[in-house]
């Protein structure tokens, strides 16, 4: 066990040097996961909750929620879960706070328009059609490639709940996405 | 009625993103939750190629607001075993202060009115005398003040005032409501200033 997690520490670059029960996380290390992960945890917020602005918030709150926690992470993954478990939180809390999230048809452009804004105006269009928890599972499970016992974890659910609820989602969107002409095989 | 998940979909999840083995993609062909899953699967991980964030802080401006943050808690939580004091202090203050006043009753009001009575009287007189009035009135603002201050002898010669060596129970009291009153800001004052260095 000390070894492996010797070899987790290696890997993550956790700084065991300061005594501090938070901030566990040394600057180094900090940087690289913050480099890797922020961009991905931005598009899983901004696709859940339909709001740019608000996932730019959420994510920084994140990172900052999970240097405070002052775990000891056990690898890079566990990490990153527990990261995303982190911001899957924020955002039911955020959802309970104002009872209703922006439709994602309405939102602002989040980024400057170009050749890829149609199809960032689709996405955003068929997600909404979605349930926000339909988002979150179909985001962990197709863009980040969680295992169902994970995106369980992150989501706060049931795995045997989440097999049916991810059943339906999948089939909901991509008949939605059937239906919009998008798939490959019907685009002509 | 829960609908059977294909055997297929881990395998058909592990292989996405490249070409898939020809068992699998003939297998996908004819499963309708395959082909789903290959459809939202390329639909979603496109759509996530081409989000991009707003405008996400440096991570070092991340790791200082962390910093900032749980400095922060640390003194709210350093300061929260004063603060209880602090209100329990006023409260006991305000109290002994409450028992003072209701359980001596008129001999306390007394006392207080009549230490207030002789100093303002005092105090006109000296303005009286310093604003360059004529003797005369001075000499009468003087004689007020003496006045007044005889009225508060006569007080405690009637035992309405309790001198320090007769009422000593109830200077004490007074002198404790003060201190409970007046110790816990100085506490308080004197850590805030420990905290800022």
Redesign the interface.
Known sequence: MAAAIQVADAATGVDDSGGAA??MLG?VA??DF??RT??RL??YL??ASGD??L??DL??EA??RL??AGIRPESDEHLRRYLFRIATNLLQDHRRGSRRLAPLAELRE??SPGP?AA??V??RR?LARLKPRERQI??L???E?HSHQEIAAIAGMRPASL??LL?RA??R??GL??AAG???EETP | M??P?CPHLDDL?RA?GGPLPEALARHAAGCP?C???R??????????A????????D??V??R???L??RA?RTERALRPIALFDRLGLAAGGAVLGALVLGKGAPAVAWLRALGAAGGNAAHSALSALSGVPAATAARGALQAARALRAAGALHAAGAIPALGAGVPAAAAMAVATILLAAPPLVWSLYLGWVDE
């Open positions: 938070v901030l600057e900090f940087r913050y480099d922020a961009r931005w598009a901004a696709a740019p602005a996932a730019d994510t920084q990172f900052i240097l405070r989040g980024a890829d199809a960032r689709d996405l068929l179909l985001w499970a197709h863009v490639g097999r049916v059943f999948r089939r969107l991509a996405v059937r998008l798939a490959p | 829960r609908p998940p999840a996405a939750e082909a789903d899953a459809l939202v699967h390329g639909f979603l991980r496109a759509g996530a081409r989000m991009a964030p707003l405008g996400l802080p991570a070092a991340v790791r607001r962390a910093e943050r749980e808690a």
